[in-house]
C-alpha cells in the first residue's frame, strides 16, 4: 500500500495545506461533541475539587453547588500535617510506581517485540499461554503469592510489590499491538543494512514506538499508584506503606475522618500521575513522525 | 446470654486448668510466668498488629512512648492496618502473617473478627494472667462487666482485654427538634414516639426535602431495631438462626416501612448518612460515638444524643475492640506489660480528645472532659446498663453478609420482608450448620 | 554461525525470556497452587482436607453463581461496547484538525477520571445517585422527569455502575485509538481524497482497516476486565442491592475473605478462567476476518 501511495504524498500534503478554510459544519459538530463530553467528564471532578474545600454540609445543598462555597486550602495541607507520614507514602507510592514502569517498559517492549516481528517455533501458542493468564482474577492468586514472598522474607518490602510487576501480560499484549500496526517495509530495510535483532528493536522498532511506550508507561504508573488491594496485605508499616493506604488511614476508623480532607488528599494523589500523564502525551502523538513512516 | 457466664465469675470457678497448659507451653514456673514482669533492661523486640486510623495510631504510640520510659530496650512495632476490607479480609491478613512465620505477639481487632481468631486457635488464653496481674484487674473494675462479654471465647476462656468502644444510639438535630416544637426527646421513648417525631421532621419535597431519619444501613447499625424489639438475628449464644422468630418480622417490617410507607428515611442503598446528617437534610439517623470526630472538626454543635427508642426494651447494641496475644509470641509477660500499657488510664484519657470511640473504662467515659460535648453525653457509657454485644460468631463475615444481602432485597422491593427473612433464615441455617461442623471437628 | 532462521527464533526466545520468568513465578506458579487448593477444603492455620471434586459439584445447584454470571455478562455486555464505542468516536473527533492546544484539553479531560483510583471516584458519584437528595434527579426533576432509583432499583443500580465505568473508562480506549489513529500515514487520507473520497468511505476503507489492530486490542482488554469486574462495583453498590449487581469477580472475593472458603473460590474462579479463556480464543479466532496489520 505504502509503495502504491507514494507518489502524490507530497502532492496531496500541498494541496490540504493550502486548503485552509473557514469551519465545516463537521468541525463544528466535533468541537460540539467533544466540549459536551469534556464538561460531562470533568464535572464530577469539579464537585470533586469543590468537595475538597468546603465543609461536607455544603455537598448537599440544592440546586448543586459546583463551584467551592467556602475555600478551606488549609483542607491541603491537612495531609501533611497529620501524624500519617503522608510525604513519606508519596516517595514510597513514587518508588515502587517508578521502578514498576522502568521495568515493564523494558520487559513488555522486548517480549511485545519478539511476538509481532520474530518468527520462532511455538511463538503463538506461547502467546496465548501468556494471554490467558490475564483471565485469571488477582483476587485468586494472593494467596498463594503471599505465602512464596513470606518464604523469601520478602512480606513488608517494597520488592513484595515491584517484583510481580516487573512484568506484565497486558502490557506485552499491547506493545506488540504497536509493533505489528509498524509497515515491514522499515524492518526489511534494516535488515538489508545488515542490522541484528538487537539493533532493529532498538534503533528501529523503540523509536517508533513512543505512543505504545507512553501509553503503557501511563496506565502502568498510574495503576501502580493507585493498587490498594496488593499493597494492603504486602505492606504492614507505616514506613512502607503506600498513598491508597495512606488515605485509607486518613478516612479513619469507620471513615472517622474529615471528607473533605480526604477528598484534597486524593487531589494531591492525582498530581504526579496528572504530571506524568502530561509529559507522556507529547510522546503519544509526536512521536510518531510522518518521515519516519515513510523512511 | 443464657450460657456465658462472665470474666470475673469465670475467674473464680475455673482458672487453674487453662493456667497450667499455659505455664507449660512456656516452660515457665506458674508464679513468675505471670505475677513477674520483665526486668526493665530486657532487650527485645515486639510486633504488633493494630487496627483503626490516624487518631489511634496518635494514641498508641503515646502509649508506647511511655513504655519505653519503662522499657527502654525493647523496641516496639505498631503495625497499622487500615479495616476497609471489612474484618473478614482484615482476619484473613491475620492468619497469613501467621501462617507465614512473621513476628506477631500481639493483635487488636475488633469483635466482629475476634471470634473467627480466638476459632483459628491462634490466641493464647489470658485468664490466668488476668487473675495475676493486678494493674489488670484494676482496668476490669473500672470498666463495666457488659463489655467483657462479647469478647468472652464461647470456649469458656478469655482472649482479650478489652479497649475502646462504640454502641449505637440516636443522633438528632437540636435545632430542628426545636423548630418543629418537639424539644429533648426523651429516653424512654417508644418506637411509636420515634415515629411521630420522625414524621413531623420530615418535610418539603424535591429540592426541600428534609428527612425526620436515616436508616444506619450496615449490620451493627440495624440491631438496635431487634435488640429493642427483644430479639435478634441469632439465637443466644449465637448458634444459630433466629430469622424465624416473628418479631423479627416485626422490626424488619417496621424498618420496611420507614421508607417505603411513612417515607421519613430515603432509600437505603449507598446512602451518605453523615453527609444528610450534618448538611441538616435529615433530623435524626444513628451512629456510636465515631462521628464526633467530624462533629467536632466541621464545627457542628447542634447535635444531642438520646437512647434508641424502645419497643419490649430498651436494649442496644455495642462492638469492642480487644488486645491479644498469639500463641506465637516469644516474650509473652513482656507483651502483657505492652498491654497493661495500652490499657492505661493516661491512654484512655488520651483517646477522649478525638471522638472516635468510647474509653473503656468508667472513669474517663464519665469524666468531664467526655461529657462536655454533646449535652447528653452520659448516655453512652449508661447504655451499657442495657446492651448486648454485636453478633459476632466465628462467621461474621458471612452471618452479616446473608443477612444484609437479604435485607438489601428487602428494601429494594426485590423481595417482600417475609419472603427475605424466610430466605434469608434458610441460607443462614445452613451457614450456622457448617460452622458448628467447623468448630467440632 | 547460527542460520538466520535459527538466529532469529534465539532472539525471540530471548527477548520474551524477561517476561516468562516473572510469568513462571507469579503468575503460573500461583496459578497452578489455586487449581490445587480448588481440590481442598482449604484453610490458611488449620489442617486442609482432600476433597476430590466436591467444590466442582458444588458448583452445579449454586444459585447465587448464576446470578452473579448473569450480572457479569449484562454488565460485559454493555461495558465493552460504551467503552469502545464512545472511546472510538472521541478519539475520531480528535484527530480531526485541531489546535494542540485544544485537542491536548480534550484529550487529558476524557484521560482524567483514570487517574483516579475507583475508590474516591464512587464517592463523588454517590452524591451524584442519590435518590433523594442527587445531583442527577435533581435536574431531571427541573427538566420534568421523574426521579431515577438509582442505587435502590436492580437495573437501575446496573445502568449506574456501568455509566460510571464508562465515564471513567473510556478514557483508555480513547487514547489507544488516538495512537492507533496517529500511526495511519496521513497520505492515505490524502491520497483517497485526491481519489474523490468523502468522509465516510475515509472512515470506512481507511481508518477502520487499519485501526483494526488497535479495535481488536481494546475489545479484547475490555472484555477480559469486564468480566473480570470488581473495583466499579464493590464500591459503588457494593453487589447490591440484594445480589442484583454482584459480579462474579466479587463473588470469588467474599468467598475466599469474607467466608475463608478458599477451595470453592479457587474453583469458582476456574470456571471463571475457562470462561474467558474461551471468550477470548474466540475473539482471536475471528480476529482473523476482520483485523488487518500494517
Not at chain 1, 234 to 240: G, I
Not at chain 2, 106 to 126: C, F, K, N
Not at chain 2, 414 to 434: C, Y
Request: glycine share 6%.
Amino acid at each position: 500500500m505504502i509503495a502504491q501511495t507514494k507518489a502524490p504524498f507530497a502532492a496531496g500534503r500541498q494541496l490540504i495545506r493550502q486548503s485552509r478554510k473557514p469551519l465545516k459544519w463537521q468541525d463544528i459538530l466535533s468541537y460540539a461533541v467533544l466540549t459536551l463530553a469534556a464538561l460531562l467528564v470533568l464535572m464530577p471532578l469539579l464537585w470533586m475539587f469543590s468537595t475538597s474545600l468546603r465543609p461536607l454540609a455544603d455537598s448537599y445543598r440544592l440546586p448543586p453547588q459546583w463551584l467551592p462555597t467556602d475555600w478551606r486550602w488549609e483542607n491541603y495541607l491537612a495531609p501533611f500535617e497529620s501524624n500519617v507520614p503522608f510525604e513519606l507514602f508519596f516517595l514510597n507510592s513514587l518508588k515502587i510506581s517508578a521502578l514498576t514502569t522502568l521495568g515493564q517498559l523494558i520487559t513488555c517492549s522486548m517480549a511485545g517485540y519478539a511476538f509481532a516481528r520474530l518468527r520462532f517455533p511455538g511463538r503463538d501458542i506461547l502467546f496465548m499461554f501468556l494471554l490467558a493468564s490475564l483471565m485469571v482474577p488477582g483476587q485468586v492468586t494472593i494467596i498463594p503469592i503471599y505465602l512464596m514472598m513470606a518464604e523469601l522474607k520478602l512480606v513488608n518490602t517494597h520488592a513484595s510489590l515491584i517484583l510481580p510487576g516487573l512484568i506484565s501480560i497486558f502490557g506485552v499484549f499491547l506493545m506488540r499491538q504497536f509493533f505489528k500496526q509498524m509497515p515491514q517495509e522499515l524492518f526489511d530495510a534494516a535488515r538489508v543494512d545488515g542490522a541484528g535483532h538487537v539493533r532493529s528493536f532498538l534503533q528501529i522498532a523503540l523509536p517508533l514506538a513512543g505512543p505504545g511506550l507512553a501509553t503503557l508507561g501511563i496506565i502502568t504508573f498510574n495503576a501502580t499508584w493507585n493498587g490498594y488491594f496488593a499493597a494492603l496485605i504486602f505492606l504492614t508499616s507505616w514506613e512502607k506503606m503506600t498513598l491508597p493506604q495512606g488515605i485509607a488511614l486518613l478516612t479513619g476508623y469507620m471513615n472517622s475522618g474529615n471528607p473533605s480532607v480526604v477528598m484534597a488528599a486524593v487531589g494531591l494523589a492525582i498530581l504526579p500521575v496528572l504530571i506524568v500523564f502530561l509529559i507522556a502525551q507529547r510522546w503519544i502523538i509526536e512521536a510518531l513522525t510522518r518521515s519516519g513512516l515513510k523512511g | 446470654m443464657t450460657k456465658r457466664i462472665s470474666r470475673r465469675d469465670f475467674l473464680r470457678y475455673t482458672g487453674m486448668g487453662s493456667a497450667a497448659a499455659f505455664a507449660s507451653a512456656y516452660g515457665m514456673p506458674l508464679g513468675t510466668a505471670l505475677a513477674q514482669a520483665p526486668p526493665t533492661d530486657i532487650t527485645d523486640h515486639l510486633v504488633v498488629y493494630n487496627f483503626g486510623g490516624a487518631q489511634h495510631q496518635e494514641v498508641f504510640a503515646n502509649a508506647i512512648a511511655r513504655f519505653n520510659e519503662v522499657y527502654p530496650n525493647v523496641t516496639v512495632e505498631d503495625l497499622y492496618i487500615p479495616s476497609t476490607e471489612g474484618w473478614g479480609g482484615f482476619t484473613t491478613n491475620i492468619l497469613l502473617r501467621i501462617r507465614s512465620g512473621l513476628q506477631t505477639d500481639v493483635i487488636a481487632i475488633a469483635i466482629e473478627g475476634a471470634h473467627e481468631l480466638i476459632a483459628s486457635g491462634a490466641l493464647l488464653p489470658l485468664d490466668d494472667a488476668i487473675a495475676a496481674e493486678e494493674a489488670l484487674q484494676e482496668v476490669e473494675a473500672d470498666s463495666h462487666p457488659a463489655l467483657a462479654d462479647g469478647l468472652a471465647g464461647r470456649d469458656g476462656n478469655t482472649y482479650f482485654i478489652t479497649r475502646e468502644w462504640n454502641n449505637m444510639i440516636i443522633h438528632y438535630n437540636t435545632d430542628m427538634f426545636d423548630a418543629a416544637g418537639l424539644g429533648t426527646p426523651s429516653p424512654m421513648w417508644t418506637w411509636d414516639d420515634f415515629l411521630e417525631a420522625a414524621l413531623t421532621l420530615t418535610t418539603g419535597e424535591g429540592a426541600d426535602k428534609v428527612f425526620g431519619y436515616v436508616i444506619p444501613f450496615f449490620f451493627f447499625g440495624l440491631q438496635p431495631w431487634f435488640h429493642t424489639n427483644g430479639t435478634g438475628v441469632l439465637n443466644e449464644d449465637w448458634t444459630q438462626s433466629n430469622l424465624d422468630d416473628p418479631k423479627m418480622l416485626e422490626s424488619v417490617k417496621f424498618i420496611h416501612s420507614l421508607v417505603h410507607e411513612h417515607g421519613v428515611s430515603p432509600s437505603v442503598e449507598g446512602v451518605d448518612m453523615l453527609g444528610l446528617f450534618t448538611s441538616e437534610r435529615a433530623a435524626m439517623t444513628a451512629f456510636g460515638r465515631w462521628t464526633f470526630a467530624n462533629y467536632i472538626a466541621n464545627d457542628f454543635r447542634q447535635v444531642d444524643i438520646v437512647p434508641w427508642p424502645r419497643k419490649e426494651t430498651g436494649t442496644t447494641v455495642f462492638g469492642s475492640g480487644g488486645w491479644a496475644i498469639t500463641k506465637s509470641a516469644q516474650n509473652v509477660p513482656l507483651a502483657l506489660e505492652l498491654i497493661k500499657e495500652f490499657s492505661s488510664i493516661e491512654t484512655d484519657v488520651d483517646s477522649i480528645r478525638f471522638g472516635t470511640f468510647i474509653p473503656s473504662r468508667r472513669s474517663s467515659a464519665l469524666s468531664e472532659q467526655f461529657l462536655s460535648f454533646p449535652d447528653h453525653a452520659h448516655y453512652f457509657w449508661e447504655s451499657l446498663d442495657d446492651i448486648k454485644p454485636v453478633p459476632s460468631p466465628a462467621n461474621f463475615a458471612e452471618m452479616a453478609e446473608i443477612f444484609m444481602r437479604h435485607m438489601g432485597d428487602i428494601m429494594a422491593n426485590i423481595a417482600t420482608p417475609e419472603q427475605g427473612l424466610e430466605a434469608a433464615h434458610i441460607e443462614l441455617t445452613a451457614a450456622m450448620d457448617r460452622l458448628a461442623e467447623r468448630m467440632s471437628s | 554461525m547460527l542460520s538466520p532462521k535459527r538466529s532469529e527464533a534465539l532472539a525471540g526466545y530471548l527477548f520474551i525470556l524477561p517476561t516468562f520468568i516473572g510469568f513462571a513465578i507469579f503468575i503460573l506458579y500461583p496459578l497452578v497452587e489455586s487449581l490445587r487448593i480448588s481440590f481442598y477444603e482449604y484453610s490458611i492455620l488449620g489442617d486442609s482436607y482432600f476433597v476430590e471434586l466436591d467444590n466442582y459439584t458444588r458448583l452445579i445447584n449454586d444459585s447465587r453463581l448464576r446470578k452473579t454470571y448473569s450480572n457479569t455478562i449484562v454488565f460485559t455486555g454493555f461495558a465493552v461496547f460504551f467503552n469502545a464505542g464512545i472511546g472510538l468516536l472521541l478519539a475520531v473527533f480528535l484527530n480531526r484538525r485541531m489546535p494542540i492546544l485544544m485537542r491536548n484539553f480534550y484529550r487529558s479531560a476524557f484521560f482524567f477520571p483514570i487517574l483516579i483510583a475507583h475508590t474516591y471516584i464512587a464517592v463523588i458519584w454517590q452524591y451524584l445517585y442519590q435518590q433523594d437528595t442527587g445531583v442527577i434527579n435533581y435536574y431531571l426533576v427541573a427538566l420534568g422527569f421523574d426521579p431515577i432509583p438509582w442505587l435502590s432499583h436492580p437495573a437501575w443500580a446496573m445502568a449506574a455502575i456501568i455509566i460510571m465505568d464508562v465515564w471513567k473508562n473510556t478514557g483508555f480506549a480513547m487514547l489507544v485509538f488516538l495512537a492507533g489513529l496517529q500511526s495511519i500515514p496521513h497520505e492515505y487520507y490524502e491520497a483517497a481524497q485526491l481519489d474523490g473520497a468523502n468522509e465516510r468511505q475515509l472512515f470506512t476503507r481507511i481508518t477502520i482497516p487499519l485501526l483494526s489492530p488497535s479495535i481488536f486490542f481494546i475489545l479484547v482488554i475490555f472484555m477480559i476486565g469486564a468480566l473480570q469486574v470488581f473495583d466499579s462495583i464493590i464500591v459503588l453498590t457494593d453487589g447490591g442491592p440484594g445480589d442484583a449487581t454482584r459480579s462474579v469477580v466479587m463473588y470469588i472475593y467474599q468467598l475466599a475473605f469474607q467466608r475463608l472458603d478458599f477451595g470453592y473460590a479457587a474453583a469458582v474462579s476456574w470456571t471463571l478462567f475457562l470462561v474467558i479463556m474461551a471468550v477470548t480464543l474466540f475473539q482471536f479466532l475471528v480476529s482473523r476476518r476482520w483485523v488487518h496489520y500494517e
